[in-house]
């Protein structure tokens, strides 16, 4: 049901890129489908299973590897080679570098301001 919700407040976009996601200590290369600023979806080249609920960290580089995104996540779903990924928490930097990523990638910043004003006030409830 969260996951839901999130689609609903919080706009992907599709970005292809390489990034990797960790677990339990153990890195696994994957690739960006989409991203937006409460979550991502990933792909795998091969079968890897993870825990429904489980944490993850993803991250990736964007800038010829200068600047780096990181999202502490939780995993809500697994289908077909597929991963999807709910922010749990993301530090101001990595936040930053999405936001402006997002923005070049759906050119629409009213859009995006309206999601990191609805992403504030829920981090504002949860404290």
Known sequence: ???????????R?????????????????????????KGAL???PSETEFEAESEASLTF??????????????????EEGSVGLYCVH???E?????RRTIELNTGDSTLLNRELATLIEQHSQQA
């Open 94 to 98: 990595s936040i930053s570098l999405l």
């Open 42 to 44: 990933v792909s795998f």
């Open 61 to 78: 580089f964007l800038g010829h590897d200068r600047h780096k995104i990181n999202m502490a996540s939780k995993i809500v779903h697994q």
């Open 13 to 37: 976009v599709p970005f292809d890129h390489s990034a990797t996601l960790t677990q339990n200590g153990t890195s696994y290369p994957c690739q960006l489908k989409d991203i937006s600023l």
């Open 1 to 11: 049901m969260e996951e839901s919700t999130e689609r609903r407040l919080f706009h």
């Open 90 to 92: 993301i530090d101001v």
